[in-house]
Antibody, heavy 120, light 107 residues
Framework: EVQLVESGGGLVQPGGSLRLSCAASGFTFSSYEMNWVRQAPGKGLEWVSYINSVGRITYYADSVKGRFTISRDNAENSLYLQMNSLRGEDTAVYYC?????????????WGQGTLVTVSS | DIQMTQSPSSLSASVGDRVTITCRASQDIYNYLAWYQQKPGKVPKLLIYAVSTLQSGVPSRFSGSGSATDFTLTISSLQPEDVATYYCQKYNSAPRTFGQGTKVEIK
């Protein structure tokens, strides 16, 4: 059974940093592209970042470019999101999501999410 | 960047009704269009990808159609368990933009 378990969320002050983790199991993690998606309270889904299976290609939403860094450790079956210079508008539930696989594909599995609150 | 626009933003229909949600891309996205269902308080779930291919386990009352820039999600007979917000997404390239969502309620 595929499982994605996020951790690392919490309350942080504006300008602060946080590192999110996503522990993957139940599939060959190193074979799949991965993503982070966020959802602000009461709002819609916003794609945040993508990383390819070997970690060499990454993409970011304009809203986080230069502040967030996606990475992965295939030996540890883990995905990460380093978030710096956090702003109030970064407050959201952050989901890690697995590509379905086989080229450009949608997200077939999602974690339960971890809440990030940016507030003083 | 390509924008994804859904309509309507919300709808209310009776059980058994046929429901249609539209998603429009600002440029041709070929067939790289997916639909997700997010029930209240739950994680998004992939319903349809490649415009019209049902993800495993998705009831056959859900269907997708369209091409290029105009796409449709149809629920042929609305059920109480279909109350949710539905999102379209383009996934051919970054940014993998979602539509703003369509909230479906029972009348």
């Amino acid at each position: 059974e595929v499982q994605l378990v996020e951790s690392g969320g919490g309350l942080v002050q504006p300008g602060g940093s946080l590192r999110l983790s996503c522990a993957a199991s139940g599939f060959t993690f190193s074979s799949y592209e991965m993503n982070w998606v966020r959802q602000a309270p009461g709002k819609g889904l916003e794609w945040v970042s993508y990383i390819n299976s070997v970690g060499r290609i990454t993409y970011y939403a304009d809203s986080v470019k230069g502040r967030f860094t996606i990475s992965r450790d295939n030996a540890e079956n883990s995905l990460y999101l380093q978030m710096n210079s956090l702003r109030g508008e970064d407050t959201a539930v952050y989901y890690c999501a697995k590509d379905r696989g086989g080229g450009a594909t949608p997200f077939d599995y999602w974690g339960q999410g971890t809440l990030v609150t940016v507030s003083s | 960047d390509i924008q994804m626009t859904q309509s309507p933003s919300s709808l209310s229909a009776s059980v058994g009704d046929r429901v249609t949600i539209t998603c429009r891309a600002s440029q041709d996205i070929y067939n790289y269009l997916a639909w997700y269902q997010q029930k209240p308080g739950k994680v998004p779930k992939l319903l349809i990808y490649a415009v019209s291919t049902l993800q495993s386990g998705v009831p056959s009352r859900f269907s997708g159609s369209g091409s290029a820039t105009d796409f449709t999600l149809t629920i042929s007979s609305l059920q109480p368990e279909d109350v949710a917000t539905y999102y379209c997404q383009k996934y051919n390239s970054a940014p993998r933009t979602f539509g703003q969502g369509t909230k479906v309620e029972i009348k």
